[in-house]
Structure formats: C-alpha cells, structure tokens
C-alpha cells in the first residue's frame, strides 16, 4: 500500500459523537508511552501527524485521519495514564470500550505493546478484553531496536502463552522500529489484506 494521502479530520469524545462513516477503521491503541505517535507518523509517512492528536485537549479524545479517501487511522487514547484520578480513567475506560464493541465499521484494532517489557497485566487484561468482545486485533511489539531478537522473541512468546493461559487463540504479531523504520510494509499490507477481504 502507498500512502497517498493522511489528513486530520475530527476529534470525537464519544462513540455517539464519532463520524458517520462507511470507510473500514483501523484503530491504533496501547499504554501510554508505547510508541504510538512515533508508530502513526511512521506509518502515514508523515513526520508530525499524531502531533495533533497530542495537542492539549486532544489526548484524551478519538482521533480520526482519513487516509487514501479510502480507510480511517484511528489514534485511540493510550490507556493505563498513572496521572488520572479513579473517576477519570473509569470514564475513559468507558470511552474506549463503547467505541471498541459499538463501531460498527471498525475492521482492526492494533494492540501496542512495548517490546522491552515482559507481559504486563494490564496489557494482558486488555486483550483478553478484547477477545471476550470478539473484537478483532492483532498485536505490534514497538521499540525492536532497543534490544536484541532473542530477548524480543521471549517477551513476544511469553506474552502469547498468558493469552494461550486464558485460553484465547494466538493473534497475529508484528514488531516494529518506528527509529530504524522496520515493520511499516508489514502493517500496511495487513490492513490492504483487509480491505481486500471487505
Ligand atoms: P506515545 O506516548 O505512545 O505516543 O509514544 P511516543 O511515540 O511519543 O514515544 C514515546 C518515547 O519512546 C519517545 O521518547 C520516543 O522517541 C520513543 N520511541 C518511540 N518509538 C520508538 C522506537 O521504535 N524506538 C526507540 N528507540 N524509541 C522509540
């Protein structure tokens, strides 16, 4: 897939207030500080995207970008923000998952995942969440370069035998570099092979 064109369009607070759209959404989430801006930049080829959805006001929002006039880039808030109170992240939570199980034209959620950690619960509980809505993920293992492939291949295995614990089937993996670019084709052509299904 080439990358023609990625423009900002909405910024939504609630499922209800997301855009009426028939173009298949692909949605980017993950615990803050994963990786995901440098992950949507890389991906859309451009260098300062997700700087909008970071700007004040908007982290906490859902962010919409049209892409190709063909898909939507969805920057979802990243969940897991050791800064919000307990009201905050419960209305947040509410947030994400209403849009997760509601939309309907949602075709992919990538699941950021910091490749430099072993499994972490809540990582862990957020896909299981996931699972138990059937909706459908896969997993991106961000900042490769930061340790060697063996390591790498550990944290991924481990992290796919607490899912295989929880009895959810493995989901596909992908890892990525946004500092090397590594892992770009890789992303795209999984969600070309979606659209092509649809
Ligand atoms: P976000 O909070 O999930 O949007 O994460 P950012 O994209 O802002 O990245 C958080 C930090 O990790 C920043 O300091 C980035 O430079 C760094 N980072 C992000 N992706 C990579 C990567 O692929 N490799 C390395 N080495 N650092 C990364």
Not at 21 to 38: H, M
Not at 107 to 130: C, E, K, T
Request: net charge positive; hydrophobic share 40%.
């Amino acid at each position: 897939m080439h990358i023609r064109s990625a423009t900002f369009q909405i910024s939504a607070p609630s499922l209800e207030t997301c855009p009426v759209s028939d173009l298949p959404e692909f949605a980017f989430i993950g615990r803050s500080n994963v990786g995901k801006s440098s992950l949507l930049n890389m991906i859309s080829g451009k260098r300062d995207l997700a700087v909008v959805s970071a700007t004040p006001g908007r982290t906490k929002l859902i962010n919409f970008f049209l892409i190709n006039n063909q898909w939507t880039l969805v920057d979802l808030p990243g969940y897991g923000h050791a800064q919000a109170d307990k009201q905050e992240r419960e209305r947040f939570q509410q947030m994400i998952a209403t849009y997760l199980s509601g939309r309907e034209n949602l075709a992919l959620v990538f699941v950021l995942i910091d490749g430099r950690h072993s499994p972490q619960q809540i990582d862990v509980d957020f896909v299981q969440w996931l699972s138990t809505y059937e909706v459908p993920y896969v997993l991106v293992f961000t900042k490769a370069d930061k340790l060697k492939s063996g390591p790498l291949k550990q944290n991924i295995a481990q992290f796919q035998e607490r899912l295989a614990g929880l009895c959810i089937a493995a989901p596909e993996v992908f890892t990525t570099s946004s500092k090397e670019r590594n892992g770009r084709q890789e992303l795209l052509s999984a969600i070309q092979s979606v659209l092509d299904r649809l």
